[in-house]
């Protein structure tokens, strides 16, 4: 057990979409990892709700059967899974029907004092039919949170309808609109590197970085959200929500404090001053690809249009593309994105390039000087890794070589990290909205968005193809190095 772990107050938590996958194999476990490291009180309650007809013991059934293959062989874990079922009950519910409604705010409301916490795990075609029902039997008080799931919308204008209906029903400082990379320990650990050293923010600028490199790769495939991921693509999916969130928490300048405005005014900053990717650019700046069938995860996998089970589609795995921040800090340095699924791969992690050195003093024979790097890793290892230039030990001559100050989370501080969840929910209990996408910053996010969507979709050019396990189309390759960089793959300097 941490012993770091800050208990919350009691609080009734209701998953809307309390059967689907998200629940099951994220949420849920979460709130078991919170509740037996004792941060989450025996008052509190968490209630599933879905269309299934079923009894709190089949329900319970199936969080059980969760959560055991969530722990593994964890005994000690394993132990306390009777206890927090205590916790947990189930209340069949269709949201757009007000079938129901009376006796599930009835049974809410028996207890008054809690903070009650919705969290939408459903389609977002939803949303505004759950929060009216909620309005309309008085579940949306002061004391009431929501927690909306992204995707927010497919474009701006159907986000800011779904921002619209929401608002009306909740306040601002009561909607967390959440994005799991924000609870990352390497993202946080972002702030602690750039503000809580001296070493770093004095760097932190065009004057001495390069560029910077964005990677979230998969391995898997659509899987199971093939008529989801269809309509979506991995622009949408992950580069709207995701990957900007990540470049907005390495550019934004420093914040006042880490209040959560604070936090927000800034990564909103650097949204308004990325440089837009239009049809007059975008065929330089992106490149946009599709699996086919190759090897991957030690065997052979099929491509993107067998796993969804259609003869064709334009819709995208992968994103790679150059974006540029257009302020006095960033000017000049390009961040490079990409993401995709059937990489090599699972990896997601940042990396800072800085510049050469201005001038050498070793001679030509002691090996070739590169540049440092700062790579934070989100996953699968959350960690730091700093590449330094250091003479390669023994005599011979002075001989140089790039080396790793490598520093793993779970090695240096000898405890298991959370899961981003198990911070974000208990920061929503909490009502602390820092980690947590304002209404104007996803609004932002997609006016970035949209232009790259209409450039592409006039273009008339399907994606590129690229054999699964490989990093993606050959045209990715040269959108950065015709830059003279290289993307970083692995550990390898």
């Not at 949306?140 to 929501?146: F, L, T």
């Not at 601002?172 to 799991?180: G, V």
Request: glycine content about 8%; hydrophobic content about 40%.
């Amino acid at each position: 057990m941490s012993t770091h772990a800050k208990p919350v107050a009691a609080f009734d938590l209701v998953i809307f979409g309390g059967t689907g996958d998200l629940a099951m194999r994220k949420l849920l476990p979460a709130l078991f990892r919170r509740f037996a490291d004792e941060q989450i009180p025996l008052q509190s309650r968490i209630l599933g709700v879905a269309r299934e007809d079923q009894a709190d013991g089949e329900y319970r059934d199936r969080v059980r059967e969760a959560l055991e293959k969530a722990v593994g062989g964890d005994d000690a874990l394993g132990a306390k899974i009777d206890d927090f079922l205590e916790l947990v009950s189930y209340h069949p519910l269709d949201a757009t029907s007000d079938d129901g409604w009376d006796d599930f705010a009835r049974e809410l409301t028996r207890i008054d004092d809690h903070v009650r916490v919705f969290y939408l795990s459903t389609s977002p075609r939803i949303f505004v039919d759950i929060c009216e029902r909620l309005r309309q039997h008085g579940l949306n008080g002061d004391g009431a949170r929501v927690v909306i799931e992204k995707p927010i919308g497919h474009d701006l204008a159907s986000a800011t309808e779904i921002n619209d209906a929401v608002g009306a029903v909740f306040a601002e400082n009561q909607i967390f609109r959440i994005d799991h990379y924000l609870g990352k320990e390497t993202v946080q650990n972002l702030l602690a590197l750039r503000f809580a050293n001296v070493l770093f923010e004095p760097l932190w600028n065009a004057a001495h970085i390069d560029h910077v490199q964005i990677t979230v790769a998969e391995t898997v495939g659509v899987e199971q959200r093939g008529p989801y991921y269809d309509t979506a693509g991995a622009l949408r999916d992950m580069v709207q929500n995701h990957l900007l969130q990540l470049l907005c928490m390495v550019a934004m300048e420093p914040p006042a404090s880490l209040d959560s405005d604070a936090v927000r005014d800034e990564k909103l900053k650097v949204l308004h001053t990325l440089k837009p990717i239009n049809a007059e650019n975008a065929a330089q700046t992106t490149v946009r690809g599709q699996y086919r069938a190759g090897a991957a995860n030690g065997g052979s996998a099929p491509g993107y249009l067998e796993d969804l089970g259609q003869p064709s589609s334009d819709t995208e795995t992968f994103v790679a593309l150059k974006a540029q921040v257009c302020n006095w800090r960033w000017a000049g340095v390009p961040f490079y994105l990409r993401t995709g699924k059937r990489m090599p791969d699972r990896v997601s992690e940042i990396v800072i390039h800085f510049r050469d050195i201005p001038y050498s003093i070793f001679e030509a024979g002691s090996g070739a000087i590169r540049a440092n790097k700062l790579v934070l890793r989100l996953q699968p290892d959350e960690g730091v890794k700093l590449w330094l230039m250091a003479k390669y030990p023994g005599p011979g001559g002075l001989r140089l070589q790039a080396v790793p100050l490598d520093m793993s989370f779970a090695e240096a501080f000898g405890v298991q990290q959370p899961d981003a969840y198990e911070r974000l929910l208990l920061d929503v209990v909490r009502g602390n909205l820092t980690l947590f996408m304002r209404r104007d910053e996803v609004e932002a996010a997609w006016r970035w968005i949209d232009p790259i969507l209409a450039a592409w979709e006039n273009s008339n050019n399907s994606p590129r193809p690229y054999a699964a396990g490989t990093w993606g189309p050959s045209a990715s390759v040269a959108l950065i190095e015709r830059d003279g960089r290289t993307w970083h793959d692995g550990d390898g300097q």
